[in-house]
């Protein structure tokens, strides 16, 4: 999701991985991995649009994502 108003962006993101492990890796210890990786882009994208970004990140398990043609599609692959 993506909507702007005069003075923000707001921007809602999901992160795929195949495997629950893998989610656990990209959160991190009581979320400070995505909390960085968050940080990080959301500082990036401020700098980019010239605009207050809020940026929600989400992780998600979407088993075998990167060997299925419909959602590779579907994301844009």
Do not use: C, P
């Not at 959301?42 to 649009?49: I, S």
């Amino acid at each position: 999701m993506f909507k702007t108003t005069d003075t923000l962006i707001n921007i809602r993101a999901v992160i795929h991985v195949e495997r629950n492990s893998q989610k656990g890796i990209i959160i991190g210890h009581k979320g400070a991995a995505l909390k960085k990786v968050g940080t990080l882009a959301r500082k990036d994208l401020e700098q980019f649009f010239g605009q207050k970004i809020h940026l929600e990140l989400f992780v998600k398990v979407t088993k075998d994502w990167r060997s299925n043609a419909n959602t590779l599609k579907r994301f844009g692959y």
